[in-house]
C-alpha cells in the first residue's frame, strides 16, 4: 500500500500538493474560528470525583455569599499608615472604585464595611480585600490596576487567587511555547537535520512537513475541542511531538531514498523503494505510537486526555505528510533533495564510527551488557523516592503577579487563602450528634499547624451543613495534599464514624487530590495495555518472541532511568542548578505516566527501524552477529540524530519556566538519548549477540500469526 501509494504521490505531486493546501486553509480556517476561548486551564479529573460532589451539594443547599465565595484576594499594605487612619482608608476606597469600574469586580468585601478582623494583619499596617471575578478571562484588567497602583502614595498591592494563578500559568505555557520549542527547538531540530543530511534542502524538508502536520493537527484539535474540554496544555504537547514526529518519519524516508539512489536506482524507482521500506515501516511504527497514546485516554482525568489527544491527532497528521506529502515533494526535487551540501557532514565518517563502536562492543557482549545494564539501573534507583503530587503557585517565577501575591499573602496573612478547604455535611447535619462532631472537627483543625479556625454554616432545612478552613502554604504544595488526604481517611472517619453522616471535603486542594489520584490509580491498567499491545505487535511484525520481549525490557530500562534522574534533579536537586531547573516537592502528577507512554512510543520509531534492517540482513545471510552488525552501523547515524532532534525539540521544553513541563521534556529528552545510545548501540547488539538464533525463536504455537514484511526493497 505504501509503495502504490508513493508511487501515485510521486508521479501527481500537484495534485498531492493541491490536496494539502486545501486541506491547510481548512485547518487555518478551524484553528481562527474555533480554538480561540476553547482551551481549559483547569485539568482536574473527569467525571464525579469527591471535591466535585462537595462543590455540587454545597452551590446548591447554600445561596450565594459574597462574603464566602470569592476567587482571588487582593492585598495593600502601607509601612506609613496603619489600616484604620484615613489615608489607607481613602487609599482603598479608591482603589475598590477603580476595580468597580473594570465591570469585571462584582463582590469586594471591605473591613471597614464588615469589620471582620481576619482582614486585617497582626501589626495592623495590611488589610486584604477578597474580590469575585468570574472568569479567568477577566482578570487581566484587574491585575493591570494592581500593577498600576503598587508603589502609587507609598502603598504596596498585590493580588492572588484562582483566577490570576490560572491567567499566570496560561501566559507562562505561550511564553514557554515561544521561548522553548519554536526559538530553540526548531533552530535546533533545523542544525541537526542539515547535519545528519549533509545538505540544506534535505535538512528544510522534513522541518516543512512537521510544521504543516501541527498546522493540520491544530485544525482537528479546534474541532474536538467543541466536543471535548480540552486542556491548554494540548497546543506545547501537540507542537513538541509534531516536531519530533513529522521530523523523524521524514528523516527516515529521506534517507532511504538516498540510499537507494546511491545503490543505482532512478529518482521514481527509489521512490517506489522508500515507499516499499522506510514509508512501511514508518506507518507501522506510527500506528504503534498513535494505539500507544490511546492507553492515556484511559485516564479519566482532563490534562492526559488533552495530551493524548495532542499527540495521537499529530501523529496522525505527520504519517498522512510523511505518507503522501513527502513523496510528492521527492517527485518535484528529485536529487535537488541534495542541494547545498554541507562539507564533512552526511558522508562515511559517522558511519565508520559507529562501525567501529558496535564491533567494540561485540568483541565482549557480556562485558558491555553487564557496565551498561548496571549503570541504567543505578540511574533508576532514587524512584523509590518518586513523590506524586502538584506544583502550584509556589513554583512559578517571581515575575508573576500571583507568585509576588502570594508571597505578600504568606508574609502578612498566614492563615488566609483564596481558596480555603470546603468540608461539607451532605445529611443528617441536624442531628445533635452530627453537629458536636463538626464542632469537634473545627476545634481539631484550628490548632492543626496545616489549617487554621474554620467557619461553619448551615443551610436552610438543617439537612447540610458546610465548614470551610483555610489550609497553609500552598493549595497545591505536598503539605497540603498530604493533609487533605489525612483529613478525609483518618481525621473525618474517627469523628463522624459513628454518625451515619456523608462528609465530603472539596476546594482547590481537595480537586488537586482528587486529579493526582484520577492519574495514578488507572496507571496499571495503562500499562497493561501498553506493555500487551508492544509486545504483540512487536511479536507479530518480526515473528520472534523474544525479540518483543527483548524490546520491552530494553524499553523498560530507559524509562526507569528516566524516571530515577527525574526524581534525583527535581526533587533531590542534584545538578538542579546547572539544568536551571527548581527543587520542588514532587514529580507533577501526570508525567510518569505520559513519559512511560510517549517513550514506548517514541522508541518504536528506533526499534522498527533498527530491527527490520537487522532482519533484513540475517533474512539473507542467517547470520545473527554479522546482521547485528550490518544493521546497527548502517541506521545508528539516523538514528542517533532522530534522537537528538527529539532531544532538542523536548530540551525546549525543558528549557521553559513551567516546573511541569521542564520535568516532562527533561525526562523525555534524556530517556530518548539513554535509547539511541546505551540502548540501541551497546545493550541491543549485546543481548542479540548473545542469544544469537534463539532472537528469532517463535514457539509452535504462535505460527498462524501473519507475515508481515516491514522492511524488503523490491527487486
Not at 491547510?24 to 467525571?47: D, E, F, M, R, Y
Not at 432545612?461 to 493533609?483: E, F, K, M, N, Y
Not at 504455537?701 to 508481515?708: A, E, H, N, S
Amino acid at each position: 500500500m505504501t509503495e502504490r501509494l508513493a508511487r501515485a504521490c510521486s508521479r501527481h505531486p500537484w495534485r498531492t500538493i493541491g490536496a494539502w493546501i486545501a486541506a491547510l486553509v481548512l485547518a487555518l480556517a478551524a484553528i481562527g474560528l474555533l480554538l480561540p476561548g476553547n482551551l481549559t486551564s483547569n485539568g482536574g479529573a473527569a467525571g464525579n470525583p469527591e471535591f466535585r460532589q462537595a462543590e455540587r451539594i454545597e452551590f446548591s443547599a447554600f445561596p450565594y455569599n459574597p462574603r464566602l465565595n470569592f476567587s482571588d484576594i487582593v492585598l495593600v499594605r502601607s509601612s506609613r499608615y496603619n489600616v484604620d487612619e484615613p489615608a489607607f482608608r481613602n487609599f482603598v476606597s479608591q482603589l475598590v472604585r477603580k476595580g468597580q469600574a473594570t465591570g469585571n469586580v462584582h463582590d469586594a468585601q471591605l473591613y471597614y464595611q464588615t469589620h471582620d478582623p481576619s482582614l486585617v494583619s497582626r501589626d495592623k499596617h495590611a488589610l486584604i480585600i477578597p474580590i469575585n471575578v468570574f472568569d479567568t478571562s477577566d482578570i487581566k484588567p484587574v491585575n493591570q490596576l494592581v500593577e498600576r497602583e503598587n508603589g502609587s502614595s507609598g502603598f504596596e498591592v498585590a493580588i492572588t487567587g484562582n483566577n490570576v494563578r490560572d491567567n499566570d500559568f496560561d501566559e507562562l505555557s505561550q511564553h514557554d511555547l515561544k521561548s522553548g520549542e519554536l526559538e530553540f527547538g526548531l533552530p535546533a531540530a533545523l542544525i541537526i537535520l542539515v547535519l545528519v543530511f549533509g545538505s540544506v534542502v534535505a535538512g528544510l524538508v522534513p522541518l516543512l512537513l512537521a510544521i504543516l502536520a501541527i498546522v493540520g493537527g491544530l485544525g482537528l484539535i479546534a474541532v474536538v475541542s467543541q466536543i471535548w474540554e480540552l486542556s491548554i496544555f494540548v497546543v506545547n504537547m501537540l507542537t513538541g511531538m509534531g516536531l519530533a514526529l513529522g521530523i523523524d518519519y521524514s528523516l527516515f524516508v529521506i534517507s532511504r531514498y538516498r540510499e537507494e539512489r546511491t545503490g543505482g536506482r532512478k529518482p521514481p524507482d527509489a521512490i517506489e523503494a522508500a515507499g516499499a521500506t522506510a514509508s512501511r515501516a514508518v506507518l507501522f511504527s506510527g500506528t504503534a505510537f498513535v494505539i500507544a497514546m490511546l492507553g492515556m485516554l484511559i485516564v479519566p482525568n482532563t490534562i492526559m486526555r488533552s495530551l493524548a489527544a495532542g499527540a495521537i491527532l499529530v501523529g496522525v497528521t505527520s504519517l498522512a505528510a510523511a505518507l503522501t506529502l513527502l513523496p510528492a515533494l521527492l517527485g518535484l526535487l528529485g536529487d535537488r533533495v541534495n542541494s547545498l551540501r554541507i562539507p564533512l557532514f552526511g558522508g562515511s565518517a559517522e558511519g565508520r564510527f559507529w562501525n567501529a563502536v558496535v564491533g567494540h562492543v561485540l568483541s565482549r557482549p557480556t562485558l558491555s551488557l553487564v557496565l551498561a545494564c548496571g549503570l541504567l539501573i543505578a540511574a533508576a534507583i532514587p524512584i523509590f523516592s518518586l513523590k506524586i503530587g502538584t506544583n502550584g503557585v509556589s513554583t512559578l517565577p517571581d515575575r508573576f503577579i500571583s507568585k509576588q501575591g502570594y508571597l505578600a499573602l504568606q508574609k502578612n496573612f498566614p492563615d488566609a487563602t483564596a481558596d480555603p478547604v470546603r468540608i461539607v455535611v451532605a445529611d443528617h447535619a441536624s442531628d445533635p450528634q452530627v453537629r458536636s462532631a463538626l464542632n469537634r472537627l473545627r476545634d481539631r483543625l484550628a490548632g492543626d499547624p496545616e489549617f487554621g479556625d474554620g467557619k461553619a454554616r448551615f443551610a436552610p432545612g438543617g439537612q447540610v451543613a458546610a465548614l470551610d478552613v483555610p489550609i497553609r502554604g500552598d493549595d497545591a504544595g505536598d503539605q497540603a495534599l498530604t493533609a487533605v488526604r489525612n483529613l478525609r481517611s483518618t481525621v473525618i472517619p474517627d469523628l463522624f464514624g459513628s454518625t451515619g453522616a456523608r462528609v465530603l471535603v472539596g476546594g482547590r486542594t481537595a480537586e488537586n487530590v482528587d486529579y493526582a489520584d484520577s492519574v495514578t490509580k488507572p496507571t496499571p491498567y495503562v500499562f497493561i495495555f501498553v506493555l500487551g499491545f508492544t509486545l504483540v505487535l512487536l511479536t507479530v511484525a518480526f515473528r520472534s518472541i523474544v525479540v518483543a520481549a527483548t524490546s520491552i525490557v530494553l524499553n523498560l530500562l530507559s524509562v526507569g532511568a528516566a524516571y530515577g534522574l527525574i526524581v534525583l534533579v527535581f526533587e533531590k536537586g542534584v545538578g538542579n542548578g546547572i539544568f536551571g531547573f527548581q527543587q520542588v516537592d514532587a514529580i507533577e502528577a501526570w508525567v510518569p505516566l505520559f513519559l512511560f507512554s510517549v517513550l514506548f512510543g517514541l522508541s518504536m520509531d528506533y526499534q522498527v527501524f533498527l530491527l527490520s534492517r537487522i532482519k533484513e540482513r540475517y533474512d539473507e545471510t542467517g547470520d545473527t552477529t554479522a546482521s547485528v552488525r550490518w544493521g546497527v552501523g548502517s541506521t545508528a547515524r539516523i538514528i542517533t540524530g532522530a534522537a537528538l532532534i527529539i532531544v532538542a525539540v523536548f530540551a525546549g521544553f525543558a528549557k521553559g519556566d513551567l516546573v511541569q513541563f521542564q520535568q516532562m521534556g527533561f525526562g523525555v529528552a534524556i530517556a530518548l538519548l539513554l535509547d539511541a545510545t546505551v540502548i540501541r548501540s551497546v545493550i541491543l547488539p549485546a543481548a542479540m549477540s548473545l542469544l544469537g538464533r534463539w532472537n528469532w525463536y517463535l514457539p509452535s504455537w504462535l505460527g498462524w500469526l501473519p507475515r508481515i514484511q516491514i522492511e524488503r526493497a523490491p527487486a
